[in-house]
């Protein structure tokens, strides 16, 4: 059974820097893209990042690129998302998910609040 | 960047309707669409992918059609447990991205 496991978020205050956790089980995490996927309070769904299976191809919405990193650590079948210089509307729910153009596996997501 | 529309926003229906979505591209994906059901404090669950092609599991009142800028979800006889948010998903170019959502709730 594939699971997804997000860990990490809580409340920070702006400017400031969280990073977030995936742990993959059920499935050779090392064959698959990854994403990341957030959802602001009571609005829709946003792609916010991607990893290729061997880290070599990353790419991000323009909103978070120069702040967020993505990265993978395919021997701890983890995923990671690295958030710098926080602010009020990066505050989501953050989900990971596997990808394979479209998204057919995600965790149940992370809550980050982003406040003084 | 693609733009996408979803309509309505808001479905009020009944158990046992017959439920249409359309979602709308700025530009033609191919088939490049994936739809998604959305329950309150839950995350997304992949319903269908390719415009047409059902994710295992996911049960056969869902159907999904369209190519090309134009794309239907049909829900052909609506259950209680299908009151929930539905987005549709263009992955043809960068950045993928989602529709606003329609919203399906009871009458």
């Known amino acids: 059974e594939v699971q997804l496991v997000e860990s990490g978020g809580g409340l920070v205050q702006p400017g400031g820097s969280l990073r977030l956790s995936c742990a993959a089980s059920?499935?050779?995490?090392?064959?698959?893209?990854m994403s990341w996927v957030r959802q602001a309070p009571g609005k829709g769904l946003e792609w916010v990042a991607n990893?290729?299976?061997?880290?070599?191809?990353?790419y991000y919405v323009d909103s978070v690129k120069g702040r967020f990193t993505i990265s993978r650590d395919n021997a701890k079948n983890s995923l990671y998302l690295q958030m710098n210089s926080l602010r009020a509307e990066d505050t989501a729910v953050y989900y990971c998910?596997?990808?394979?153009?479209?998204?057919?596996?995600w965790g149940q997501g992370t809550l980050v609040t982003v406040s003084s | 960047v693609i733009w996408m529309t979803q309509s309505p926003s808001l479905l009020s229906a009944s158990t046992g309707d017959r439920v249409i979505i359309s979602c709308r591209m700025s530009?033609?994906?191919?088939?490049?669409l994936a739809w998604y059901q959305q329950k309150p404090g839950k995350a997304p669950e992949l319903l269908i992918y390719?415009?047409?092609t059902l994710q295992s599991g996911v049960p056969s009142r869902f159907s999904g059609s369209g190519s090309g800028t134009d794309f239907t979800l049909t829900i052909s006889c609506l259950q209680s447990e299908d009151f929930a948010t539905y987005y549709c998903?263009?992955?043809?170019?960068?950045?993928?991205?989602f529709g606003p959502g329609t919203k399906v709730d009871i009458k």
């Open positions: 998903q263009q992955y043809y170019s960068f950045p993928p991205a």
């Open positions: 998910a596997r990808e394979d153009g479209y998204n057919d596996y």
């Open positions: 390719a415009a047409s």
């Open positions: 059920g499935f050779t995490f090392s064959s698959y893209w």
């Open positions: 990893i290729k299976q061997d880290g070599s191809e990353k």
């Open positions: 530009q033609g994906i191919s088939s490049y």
